[in-house]
């Protein structure tokens, strides 16, 4: 079992972590697709996909750019359909267990948000029904500084009055989630869902503490006296 004496904070990314993306990714995926091919251009949406689990393995930022950039020609075309595409987060819903899995970890833990998110975070969270399990919130938009910025994660640790030693940051991402939080003495736990399952780990970077596939495979690492 993983130590986690110590432990008094629990950090959530939110995109793919708590949230899940998929549908508003795939939707816009699919905008694409029908812009480009309104356009005269062949695209199908399988490659479009692979494309962005390839921009992921690689650690390219903006995989939608990548998909224009390849598979339109024209660069007037890549303007016109970048500017149609619309990312609809109403699209996003919490994962099933997103809030019986707080609710247990509140009982034992402080429960904090370091995320790159737009406006409106904590709007999404109430409507969401997980903001009463949240004591911190560091968002991006609100915040002005995004992650991997090693800023954001101190902001939070300031709101919170906790040491790096005292948390750990639990997150889709290497880049963004697992590596700056290492760096400053956070503990980390990355979780395979989104398309950051595809981002191998980094040989010259530190590794993930404990790597779970989903939300509630937490509670047994997490809780105390769990089988």
């Known amino acids: 079992m993983p130590d986690v004496r110590g432990l008094k904070w629990l950090f959530f990314d939110v995109g793919d972590t708590l949230v899940d ?3 508003p990714v795939d939707d816009i995926i699919g905008q694409f697709v029908r812009e480009a091919c309104a356009l005269g251009y062949p695209v199908q949406i399988e490659t479009v996909r692979e494309i962005f689990v390839t921009c992921y393995r690689n650690y390219e930022a903006w995989p939608m750019k990548v998909a224009i950039r390849t598979l339109i020609s024209d660069e007037q075309h890549r303007e016109q359909i970048q500017a149609k595409l619309k990312f609809r987060k109403e699209l996003e819903q919490p994962y099933a267990c997103a809030g019986s899995v707080l609710k247990s970890l509140s009982q034992y833990y402080r429960i904090g948000i370091i995320a790159n998110q ?11 029904g997980l903001r009463k399990y949240v004591n911190v919130l560091a968002c991006s938009a609100e915040e ?18 906790c040491k790096a030693e005292e948390a750990v940051m639990i ?3 290497i880049d963004n989630d697992i590596v700056p939080a290492k760096k400053l003495g956070m503990r980390t736990i990355r979780i395979l869902q989104g398309y950051g399952r595809f981002q191998p780990e980094l040989e010259d970077q530190d590794h993930p503490d404990w790597t779970i ?10 809780l105390p006296d769990q089988e």
């Open 171 to 173: 997150g889709d991402r």
């Open 213 to 222: 596939d989903n939300l509630e495979q937490l509670l047994p690492l997490l």
């Open 118 to 128: 737009s406006p409106g975070t904590e709007e999404r969270l109430e409507r969401y």
């Open 144 to 161: 002005g500084v995004s992650k991997p910025d090693r800023e954001l994660y101190a902001v939070a640790l300031k709101q919170a009055g």
């Open 21 to 23: 993306e998929w549908e």
